[in-house]
């Protein structure tokens, strides 16, 4: 997280484990499995680098485009549910592999 936004931060839930192939992202030519995690910034600042050129929060229904290879909106939609709601479980999706 640092590398990618200048903060620190310490992962605090496992939200998802995804199936890449079953979560509607475009083809590639391997398998992946994808974690995702809820995290508490525990220091630093924001901060552009080599991978990005800006670091911002945005509102559930103010999103910027998504690069779908990487996160999908009903994948996020589903994170921000977490965020409001710790209890809901951790997510796995092992698909057919």
């Known amino acids: 997280m640092w590398e990618e936004s200048g903060f620190t931060a310490k992962a ?7 199936d890449r192939n079953a979560q ?3 083809p590639i030519p391997y398998h992946a499995y994808k974690a995702f995690f809820l995290c508490e910034i525990t220091g630093g600042e924001a901060a552009v680098s ?3 050129d800006a670091v911002a929060f ?3 229904d103010n999103l910027p485009p998504l ?3 990487r996160v999908t909106d009903a994948q996020l939609q589903r994170f921000f549910d ?3 709601d710790a ?5 796995f999706d ?3 592999q």
């Open 67 to 69: 690069s779908i290879e």
């Open 58 to 60: 945005f509102k559930r």
């Open 94 to 96: 092992l698909g057919n």
């Open 12 to 18: 605090v839930k496992l939200l998802a484990l995804y």
């Open 24 to 26: 509607g992202h475009p």
């Open 87 to 91: 209890l809901l479980p951790t997510d």
């Open 50 to 52: 080599d991978e990005t």
């Open 82 to 84: 977490h965020a409001r």
